[in-house]
T-cell receptor, first 114, second 112 residues
Framework: AQSVTQLDSQVPVFEEAPVELRCNYS??????LFWYVQYPNQGLQLLLK??????LVKGINGFEAEFNKSQTSFHLRKPSVHISDTAEYFCAVSVSGGYNKLIFGAGTRLAVHP | DVKVTQSSRYLVKRTGEKVFLECVQD?????MFWYRQDPGLGLRLIYFSYDVKMKEKGDIPEGYSVSREKKERFSLILESASTNQTSMYLC???????????FGQGTRLTVV
């Protein structure tokens, strides 16, 4: 069965510093990969997605992620964070083919400090 | 824009009650999902439906059932609510491929 591991439950960082949120998945077949963001008291919003093609994926708000098939990872990065990036970030995986059930990780809480 | 609408933002129910959470999507998506969100546990899949009247159990289906009689509507049913079902419930929908999910605003259910 597929699963997703987000390696850090909380990541504190200072404003304008770079950040990386780590995500590993377990699947031996082709996958679709996603990062979602949840701001306080709001629903989930898609940040970016990997479906196929280029392994470097760019998303909204200056975020990007790199798909690494050999390491089964899909880490999220931003070169310079803002206070407004404070939120919870979720990595998700779906095995391509079939009905594409979507499985989420436990989330990483990003706290950006001034 | 895709819209996924959950019938209630906040709900308070008593232990033992039968509870219905409703979700409607307006984009003709094949897939619909119910997740439960708890601090430190992320989103856990309760049930998944890939077509009308078709469903598949997720990771935590115990104590829940679902109904999908029409393509746009997916209902989550708590047969006999218990306090450990107090949580945030999120509904989502997606095309079969690619499975980019769109979420509702969530229903915060408190069982007392």
């Amino acid at each position: 069965a597929q699963s997703v591991t987000q390696l850090d439950s909380q990541v504190p960082v200072f404003e304008e510093a770079p950040v990386e949120l780590r995500c590993n998945y377990s699947s031996s077949v082709s996958v679709y990969l996603f990062w979602y963001v949840q701001y306080p008291n709001q629903g989930l919003q898609l940040l970016l997605k990997y479906l196929s093609g280029s392994t470097l994926v760019k998303g909204i708000n200056g975020f990007e992620a790199e798909f690494n098939k050999s390491q089964t990872s899909f880490h999220l990065r931003k070169p310079s964070v803002h206070i407004s990036d404070t939120a919870e970030y979720f990595c998700a995986v779906s095995v391509s083919g079939g009905y594409n059930k979507l499985i989420f990780g436990a989330g990483t809480r990003l706290a950006v400090h001034p | 824009d895709v819209k996924v609408t959950q019938s209630s933002r906040y709900l308070v129910k008593r232990t033992g009650e039968k509870v219905f959470l409703e979700c409607v999507q307006d984009m003709d998506h094949e897939n619909m999902f119910w997740y439960r969100q708890d601090p430190g546990l992320g989103l856990r899949l309760i049930y998944f439906s890939y077509d009308v009247k078709m469903k598949e159990k997720g990771d935590i289906p115990e104590g829940y059932s679902v109904s999908r009689e029409k393509k746009e509507r997916f209902s989550l049913i708590l047969e006999s609510a218990s306090t450990n079902q107090t949580s945030m419930y999120l509904c989502a929908s997606s095309l079969r491929a690619p499975p980019e999910a769109f979420f509702g605003q969530g229903t915060r259910l408190t069982v007392v």
